[in-house]
T-cell receptor, first 113, second 112 residues
């Protein structure tokens, strides 16, 4: 499968714990995006990488959230001191030549209890 | 503030019908308008997209109609099938940015 992959697919954690998600984009896609999707809503942009550089961050990305793409390939999204409001689907997308035609992964569903 | 407003929230049609989903926007900097299809437990998948310099684009059974002056665009699904049952999202991207702004989604059910 050469699509965008995300790991884990599901994560249940207790409030206050830290969690980390991984995204592997389509091979050779230099652009990578993180979105958050809550039930009944469309995805909301969190952050954007071009190669290893984080070029855009949404106001939604509080200080508890951090994302990295150390070698310009896979990316990680970490949430520190999780809150119940962080419960959502976290989606990763990648694109090649520009921001259009973003291909999404299956997402990581986070449940904070 | 919702940058892209989508309606209806849900839609039920008979097989063979033509569901229409509508979206509206205000930001005149938007210059790329994709539609995504999402099945339960899956990420959104790109269906079709349009730029504001054309009024209509057709790919297979999917057609986008675009009205630049009204700042509205819509998705039509011809000869709808039960396999089209999914949630559909419109989106928009400004020419100055990299992020998509998504609508709130339309849950489509096609009854056999």
């Amino acid at each position: 499968d050469t699509g965008v992959s995300q790991d884990p697919r599901h994560k249940i954690t207790k409030r206050g714990q830290n969690v980390t998600f991984r995204c592997d984009p389509i091979s050779e896609h230099n652009r990578l995006y993180w979105y958050r999707q809550t039930l009944g809503q469309g995805p909301e942009f969190l952050t954007y990488f071009q190669n290893e550089a984080q070029l855009e961050k949404s106001r939604l990305l509080s200080d508890r959230f951090s994302a990295e793409r150390p070698k310009g390939s896979f990316s990680t999204l970490e949430i520190q001191r999780t809150e119940q409001g962080d419960s959502a689907m976290y989606l990763c997308a990648s694109s090649l030549l520009g921001p259009n035609e973003q291909y999404f992964g299956p997402g990581t569903r986070l449940t904070v209890t | 503030q919702q940058q892209v407003k989508q309606s209806p929230q849900s839609l039920i049609v008979q097989k063979g019908g033509i569901p229409i989903i509508n979206c509206a926007y205000e930001n005149t900097a938007f210059d790329y308008f994709p539609w995504y299809q999402q099945f339960p437990g899956k990420g959104p998948a790109l269906l079709i997209a349009i730029r504001p310099d054309v009024s209509e684009k057709k790919e297979g059974r999917f057609t986008i109609s675009f009205n630049k002056s009204a700042k509205q665009f819509s998705l039509h699904i011809m000869d709808s099938q039960p396999g089209d049952s999914a949630t559909y999202f419109c989106a928009a991207r400004a020419n100055t940015g990299n992020q998509f702004y998504f609508g709130t989604g339309t849950s489509l059910t096609v009854i056999p």
